[in-house]
């Protein structure tokens, strides 16, 4: 597990970003009790320790308020690479959305988790899970859409292998 410390910056960009995000049709039907900027905030850090570590080719820039969907939040060599997060510390599972996964399928799910408890709050690097294996586990329903329920405990360990 890779811990980072999240700075005051990092909270406020991923603020801006979800007030920006809010005012187009696409966020203004957000869950009330969400605290998304923390899950951009996991995507922006995991993404700059990623791009220290492996061949990125595209890095995640957070939310996009321009209406358009990106396919993925990150290439690294040719594999489309998706960054899914734990926002709360007692959180225990990754909820990709069945939606997403089976039509905007990517090769890679990154699972980080949001650390709130210490000051500075950290994010964790858990470990990742491929398209493949996402679709083995259960289906549930919150919030109206239905996911995949993955247990942090099932990621496996990042390396250079992951990405051939």
């Known amino acids: 597990m890779i811990r980072i410390a999240v700075a005051l ?3 406020e960009l991923a603020k801006r970003q ?24 996991c995507e922006l850090l995991t993404s700059r320790w990623l791009k220290e570590k492996y061949n ?7 939310l996009d308020d321009s209406g358009k969907v ?8 040719d594999k489309k690479v998706e960054i899914k997060s734990a926002t709360k510390n007692h959180f225990k599972y990754l909820m990709p959305k069945i939606y997403d996964v089976q039509n905007k399928p990517k090769d890679i799910y990154i699972g980080v988790k949001y650390d709130e408890t ?4 950290h994010i964790e690097i858990l470990g990742f899970i491929e398209r493949k294996d996402i679709l083995k586990f259960p289906v549930k329903k ?3 859409a239905p ?16 990405f051939r």
């Open 118 to 121: 210490i000051e500075p709050n």
């Open 9 to 11: 910056k990092d909270k």
């Open 56 to 62: 990125v080719t595209k890095e995640a820039k957070g």
């Open 70 to 77: 990106d396919l993925f939040d990150l290439m690294i060599n």
């Open 142 to 144: 919150n919030k109206g």
């Open 18 to 41: 979800i007030k920006a995000f809010e005012k187009i049709d696409e966020g203004s039907w957000r869950y009330e009790n969400v605290e998304a900027w923390r899950g951009i905030v």
């Open 147 to 162: 996911y995949y329920e993955i247990p942090l405990s099932c990621l496996r360990r990042i390396n250079f292998a992951t």
